[in-house]
Each structure stands twice: as C-alpha cells, then as structure tokens.
C-alpha cells in the first residue's frame, strides 16, 4: 500500500486513477512514498526518505526542489501537453478574432447602448469598418510543432486553410502525429514569406527570446495575422508594434498582455486563458497520478524532469529499479551483486540523463533477503526498490 499526499487539490479524476487496494490518498501523511502537487511550494518543505515520487499536475517545476530530489533518489513527474487540447482550442479562436475583428467589434456593439432603437440601423451602418478575411484557403504558419503546434496543424486543414510547419527539433512522436498535408519548412524564412497567418508555438529560452524581432517582421508578407498562444517574451513588443503601425502587421492576437500592448488598435490580449478550462485541469491530474502510480508500482518513468524514460514490460519473478549516479562501473557493481545471488536477468534497461542514471533488470530467482543492502552498499548507488 503507498500512501500519496496531495498538496493541492487535485481533481477526482486523478486521484480515482489510484485504486484504493494499492493507494491510500492522506493529506496528512508525514511519510508519504507520493506526493501529487499543483503550485504548492515545496522548497521549504522537509523532503521524507519515505518520498519516492513527486507528481507534478502541470508542466513547470520550479515550485519544486529538484536538485535536491535528485539527490536523495526522488522522480519528478510533470504532464507535458496535458493542457495542449485547450490551447489549441483556444488558438483556433484566435485565427476568428485575428481575421474578422471580432474584440474591437464588440467593443463598439457595448458603445452603442443607450440608442435604443436607433441600435439595429447603427449596427448595419456601422457594421463596414470590422469586415476581415476568411480563413479558408488562406496560408498558416506554424512555428513549434510540438503537443499544440501539432494540434493547431492539424485542426487548420480541417478549415480549410494551407498549413506550413516549422520545427528544426520535431519529435518522432509529433511526426507521427501530424497530418502529411502540412507542408515542411526547413527554413524559418518559408513560414514569414509566404503566410498569411503566423502562430507560434516554441518554448521561451535563451535563443528564442525575442524570436519574432524587426528583423523576421520585415521578412513577413504585407498584412500578416500574428497569435502568440505560447510565451510573451518570444515577440519583440516594440517591433511589433511599429510593423501594426506601418500596416506590416494587420493583427496580433495574444495570450499574454503587457503594459505597453494593452488597448492598441490591431491587438487582442487574452488574459492567459490557453489552458484555462476544467478538462485541462483534469487531463493534468490523469496524467500526473498515472506516471506516478506506474513508477510506484512497476517502477517505469515516463515525463520526469530529472530522470530519463525508462518504460518495459514485466518479465521474471522481480524488478529490481537502482537509481544512481552516471559513473563508470555502476552497471557493472550491479550485475555483480545480482550475479553472485545467482539470478537469471531476463530484461535489463539502463539509461542516463545529465548525472542521474536508473537501471531496471526483471530477474528470475530466488532472492536473498540482502539484495537490496548489497545493492545500497554499492558507491553511488542513491536507491533501490525491489518491486
Ligand atoms: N497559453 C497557455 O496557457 C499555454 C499553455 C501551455 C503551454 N504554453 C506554451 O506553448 C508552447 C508550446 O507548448 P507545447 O506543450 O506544445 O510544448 P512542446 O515541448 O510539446 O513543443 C514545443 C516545440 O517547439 C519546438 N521548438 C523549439 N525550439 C524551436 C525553434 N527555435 N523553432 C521552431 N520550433 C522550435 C520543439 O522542437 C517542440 O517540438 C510553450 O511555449 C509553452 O510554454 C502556453
């Protein structure tokens, strides 16, 4: 039986992924082998050497101390692209506002209260001023083709418009993923030239801070839409605005407002509201309590920020998980023990990331009640579950 304390709350639909016959959900556990956690602050927190996993329901961990859980052995889950549905969603919305003027349409309908009748005839006058384009048949550029930029791909054939994709780093699992009739770019320059819409859907780092500059708007054709549903700092503000003012850019519809992008004619800002939607929430708990039940039972990692993917099938009477440093002779100190038990290993993974390593051998056998101190004893060994 693991006991799991949540240190926010965490939607009943994550925890009812942890049956009760296995899982015990106490939010008063001072020995918990689980925590499952939103933005609850962990740094101060004592970490317990009961703790094996930490299940993070969303994508950034800074709110826990992962060094330090590396340290004494700890996996840290977090749930990429749990909330990439929503986004996606919500980018689509964004293709109608950017095109069809449809915020600073609305604001003008709430103006117009007080003229009574006068109202529907007003509305017919005025109505010109907001015509925009279709979106069909219509050029998309989408740079990042990741868990959302895949979406937002895929859902842009569906109405109808060309979709061109820029992604130097695509993974095979968003490759997979994506329909074949969005057209590769291998160059950046592919998507600015030629789109008519542009939206972005790459990571904030040091090398695409400032991704969209003056330099890349000077490249995009006359009039280009532009959706930031990802990171504010990858656009240029100051560019941007001045290519809005020079009619280089017609729209630019954001998910992240800024002092100096608030109430500019030619821009949308959405109040962060990508992945604000109750099935985010829930897909992030789904997910978060999986991972963590999968490693706490059979041992598998998969979306850990600071151990690598280690997932098999189960063979043999026992799996035997080390986690460890990425040192020579770990693996072989490891057979060794497991040899001179005299065990038959029917499967054996071993992976490294960065200084952590984890090895997970399926071994037939009878096993001697030291195992795991013999294991332990070895240096650089942090530690050994035998599941
Ligand atoms: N608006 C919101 O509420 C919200 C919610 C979730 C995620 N996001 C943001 O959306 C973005 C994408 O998220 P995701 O879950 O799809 O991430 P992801 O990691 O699945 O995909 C990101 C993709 O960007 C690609 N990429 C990296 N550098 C690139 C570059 N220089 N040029 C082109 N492509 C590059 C990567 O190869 C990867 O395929 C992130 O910035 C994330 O922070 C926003």
Redesign the pocket.
């Known amino acids: 039986m693991y006991t799991i304390k949540t240190l926010n709350s965490i939607a009943a639909a994550g925890l009812a992924r942890l049956p009760a016959a296995q899982f015990a959900v106490d939010n008063n556990a001072d020995a918990p082998a689980g925590i499952l956690v939103r933005s609850a602050k962990m740094h101060e927190m004592p970490l317990p050497d009961s703790l094996l996993a930490i299940g993070r329901a969303g994508?950034g961990v800074n709110n826990i101390p992962v060094d330090a859980c590396s340290e004494k052995g700890i996996v840290v889950f977090n749930t990429?692209?749990a909330?990439?549905g929503a986004?996606a969603e919500l980018t689509i919305g964004g293709l109608v506002l950017a095109s069809r003027n449809v915020a600073p349409a609305i604001r003008w309908a709430d103006a117009l209260k007080g003229q009574g009748d006068a109202v529907p005839g007003m509305v017919e006058k005025g109505k010109g001023q907001f015509v925009g384009p279709e979106l069909r048949g219509k050029k998309l550029g989408v740079?990042?083709?990741?868990?959302?930029?895949v979406k937002v791909a895929n859902m842009a054939l569906h109405l109808g418009m060309q979709v061109y994709g820029?992604?130097?780093?695509?993974?095979v699992e968003?490759a997979w993923n994506l329909s074949g009739e969005v057209i590769h770019c291998a160059q950046l320059g592919e998507i600015l030239s030629q789109c008519d819409y542009i939206t972005l859907?790459?990571?904030?780092n040091a090398?695409?801070k400032g991704f969209l500059n003056a330099s890349a708007l000077a490249s995009c054709k006359q009039g280009v839409r532009v959706l930031n549903?990802?990171?504010g700092e990858l656009v240029d503000n100051e560019a941007l605005l001045a290519a809005l003012a020079a009619g280089k850019v017609a729209a630019y519809v954001t998910?992240f407002p800024c002092e100096a992008l608030l109430d500019q004619p030619g821009v949308t800002c959405i109040p962060?509201l990508?992945?604000s939607t109750p099935e985010s929430e829930e897909n992030c708990a789904v997910m978060a309590a999986d991972e963590l039940a999968d490693y706490l039972l059979n041992g598998n990692i998969t979306n850990s920020v600071n151990l690598p993917a280690v997932t098999q099938a189960r063979a043999g009477d026992k799996r035997i998980c080390v986690i460890h440093k990425n040192e020579p002779g770990l693996i072989a100190g490891i057979t060794a023990v497991t040899t001179g038990a005299a065990l038959n290993i029917e499967n054996m993974v071993n992976k490294s990331r960065g200084n952590m390593a984890y090895t997970m051998l399926d071994a037939t056998g009878a096993l001697p009640a030291d195992l795991q101190a013999q294991l332990e004893a070895i240096p650089g060994v942090i530690r050994v579950r035998i599941l």
């Open positions: 994508a990429p692209g909330n990439a986004v740079v990042g083709l990741g868990a959302i930029g820029y992604d130097p780093y695509i993974s968003a859907h790459l990571p904030v090398s695409t549903f990802a990171r998910d962060h990508g992945a």
